[in-house]
Each structure stands twice: as C-alpha cells, then as structure tokens.
C-alpha cells in the first residue's frame, strides 16, 4: 500500500535511445498511471535491428500516446516498425506538414535500406515494408499548433521549435503536472520558419536537447556570407561543390541562401554558366510539400510570397535530379545530394567520383552523428573505402570544410531558452556524452545559486535504459 502511493506521486523519466547519443530518440514519461513515449527514431550509423531504440526494455502495450516531434529519421523511422511489428496501441500524433513529408522521406528510407541490403540474412534486417508504412500512416492522428488535445487525462499542446518544417515542442499535462519535451529546436531567425516559442504557462519538468553542449555558433550572417564565398570561389576555379544533405529541412534553407546569391551574381553564375541540382528521388514531391505549408512558416517569407505572387520554393537558379543518369558532369557545378551523412546512396555515389580531384569542395552543413562517413571525412583521410566495394579505396584530395546549418539551438540560445521555461528539473537528451557532460555543468554552475532554496534546479543526464525518478508529493492538485 506505501508503495503503491509512492509510485503514484513519482514521475518517471526512461531513455530506450537518443539519452548520451545522437540517434534513435525515444523517451518514454510515466506519471499517476499514465504513460506517454516521445519520439521513434533510427540510428543513422546502424542498420536494421541494430538501428532501432532498446524497445525490448519497455512493454510498450502501456503507452498511452506518442508524440512525433518532426520528421527527421533519428525522431520518426522507427514509427512504422513501433505500430505495425510490436505490441504498442496507443495513439500516435504529429503536425500535418509533418505527416504530409513522413510519407514520402520513409517510404525512401524503406527503398534506401532495401537496396543496402544484398545478402538474404540482410533482408531479414529490414524493419519494415512499404505496406507496413502504408497502414500505419493510416492510423497517425495530426495536431494543430497551439492546440490542446486530451486523451484520457493527458492533455497536450504544441509549440513551433523552429528546426525543420513542421517540427513542434510539446507541453504535456498530466494531473497538473507540466512536462515541456523541446525535440531539436532553433531559436534563431531562420529565412523560413517560425522560431522555437516559449509556451505561456510553465513547466515543472523540461526535456531539452543538448546537440552542441556549451559550443557557440558564429553569427548567421557570417556563416551565410562564409557559405557563399567558399563556394563561389571553388566554382571560380573550376572545382565542383558537394553539399550533402538530408533531403527535406535544412536543404530548403540552403537552396534560398544560394538562390539569391545566384541571382546577385547572375553575370558569372546564373543561366546555366554554373548549375544548381537538388539530387534526390523525392525532390519533387518535397518540394511540392514545401510549397503548401508556405502558410506555417515566418511572415518573412510569408511576406516574399504575397509580393511576388510567386512562391518563394520556386527556385530560378536550381535544377531538379531524380538520379545521376540523366546527370551531365561536365564543369563546375553545385550539387545538393542526399543522404546528409554520406552513408549511401547518391551523395555517397558522388563523393567518391569527385573527392580525387583537389579543386573540389565537400561542404557538410548538417549535424554528423559518429559513426557516418560525413564525420569521417571530417578527419581528413588520405583514402576513404567505396561503398560497393569495401576492399577498394579511393584517394581523397578535395577540400572539405564545415559550415553548420543545422539549426540546433547553441549554448547561448539554449541556457537563454532553458531560463525563461524556469523549470526545477532539466533532463538533458540528444547530444553526445562529452557536449552534454559540459552542458550539465555549465547548467549547474549557472544556476548554482539556487542550490539549497525551494527553486533549484536539478539536472540529469541519465544514459539509454536509467531511469530518472522525480517526487512530485504535495505540489500538484488535478484542476
Ligand atoms: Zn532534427
């Protein structure tokens, strides 16, 4: 009986991925009874099984709802293996322009891991069918932002984060207890989305990414104008420039960035003197989607297309590429190639034919989880293994450089964030051990006067599959 009303009043926190590491997010909240499960990512750098969160670890027939905070594979790949292949029922939610892209970068990531996989003990890897994918989209239910659902006792509501088209935060009440679960976030003024927003009632309990620890980003517009120069400059010399990137997010602010800049230099780089391609076999169809959902994005852009009458994801100066057949190399050209890690397919293709020559540029704007390819040719290797033959190297020599586009929040953005939602529990997810090992002190030094009063601030960074207990007796009342 004394147990039974401590487990009552005890707010767990469980990480089955994504806690300690960048991949495979899923956190699983339990409070008086109810059960709620963030996020259902893969791991970039694994395959198959090996990919998934440590879903054995947890009986997932109890959770009530998922929340799927946005599309990007570490946060939703597993969503069609959670529903179809285990013994989950709850309700699943997430925005609409975020169900609208799910549909077409996993049914992707199903053709993407097939063609990976040649043996058959490979094939039994795969986690799930495009049929699968089908009737679990079925079942997916949308949200609206700054709307409040209520399943059974869990109200939710979600917040703009910034990130990529259609990511949210979510604010989750359960028996009066607030809970703000921020997926990746962005604070900074993007060219097209809506800031990450603080919600306007508080929260006891704050679940914040720490991709970059305590690094600090340069500002914006010195990074756009580094962007632009390097490559203007490599193209000037001949080079050919490629951008690896996740197909959908991030791309689609790069492709504005360059765009414009295409369009301001128009004598030496517009009208096919050096190309842009978006490669990717869902350029268009994402691109289509990009330019429904002009209506959830900033007013900014907003702005451009009621001016122009025309929409601003109608680029002049870029060219669509399903695939590299019907691609011509000849000169210096720009090229935007899916995946974002290097790990396959057609950023993969190209980087091995062009990483022997030394006019050529790599330029990864995105965040590199360990383990990928774009992580690794970071490091500079004199050689890097083919992915069709893994026996043969191929010389690198061209450039490679950084510049980061990922639109995660920094240490400044992020403690700025984490103070005005006030909350007296932090737990820190998605970021590497050492980044977020420095976030944890930074936090806890920056907050350290509080230590001993009513309002100080705990901080966790707990690892996969620990449990983070919190006691919340006395101060909550359901309302
Ligand atoms: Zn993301």
Redesign the pocket.
Known sequence: MEQEQVAKTSFRFFGLGGSNEVGRSCHILQYKGKTVMLDAGVHPAHQGLASLPFYDEFDLSTVDILLIS?F?L??AASLPYVMQRTNFHGRVFMTHPTKAIYRWLLSDFVKVTNIGSTSPLDKDENLYSDEDLAESFDRIETIDYHSTMDVNGIKFTAFHAG??LGAAMFQIEIAGLRVLFTG?YSREVDRHLNSAEVPPLPSDVLIVESTFGTATHEPRVNRERKLTQLIHSTVMRGGRVLLPVFALGRAQEIMLILDEYWSQHANELANGQVPIFYASNLARKCMSVFQTYVNMMNDDIRKKFRDSQSNPFIFKNISYLKNLDEFQDFGPSVMLASPGMLQNGLSRDLLEKWCPDDKNLVLITGYSVEGTMAKFIMLEPDTIPSINNPDMTIPRRCQVEEISFAAHVDFRENLEFIEKIGATNIILVHGESNPMGRLKSALLSNFASLKGTETEVHVFNPRNCVAVDLEFKGIKIAK
């Open positions: 946005h990007h570490d946060h990130h990529v990746d």
